[in-house]
């Protein structure tokens, strides 16, 4: 079973920066795809940015373009999110998941695998 696992959230204040990582368990694992979903208090899960490794190519949420960026490492099956001109409406647990065929990558059901998330929290 492969498992994804987040790191880099964290407290900090409107206009900061936050860097979240997500690695897979298994370097033989091969995926399609990687994104970032987030979840705010009573909210339901949102896509945020994928990033597509054939090609590179890139998709990002509307309310976060020009704020947000991802990259990744296909060989190493990981994926970052550097999230810079935070606002306290990106107050959310983030999740990053994998995905096998790269398609619909703007809906959960695009992805095989979920990392257990990480808090983010932007104070105003």
């Known amino acids: 079973q492969v498992q994804l696992v987040e790191s880099g959230g964290g407290l900090v204040q409107a206009g900061g920066s936050l860097r979240l990582s997500c690695a897979a368990s298994?370097?033989?694992?091969?995926?399609?795809?990687m994104g970032w979903f987030r979840q705010a208090p009573g909210k339901g899960r949102e896509f945020v940015a994928a990033?597509?490794?054939?090609?590179?190519?890139?998709y990002y949420e509307d309310s976060v373009k020009g704020r947000f960026a991802i990259s990744g490492d296909s060989a190493k099956n990981t994926v970052y999110l550097q999230m810079n001109s935070l606002k306290p409406e990106d107050t959310a647990v983030y999740y990053c998941?994998?995905?096998?065929?790269?398609?619909?990558?703007?809906?959960?059901?695009?992805?095989?695998?979920w990392g257990q998330g990480t808090q983010v929290t932007v104070s105003s």
């Open positions: 998941a994998a995905s096998f065929h790269g398609l619909t990558l703007d809906k959960e059901y695009g992805y095989r695998y």
């Open positions: 990033i597509g490794w054939s090609g590179g190519s890139l």
């Open positions: 298994e370097r033989t694992f091969s995926s399609a795809a």
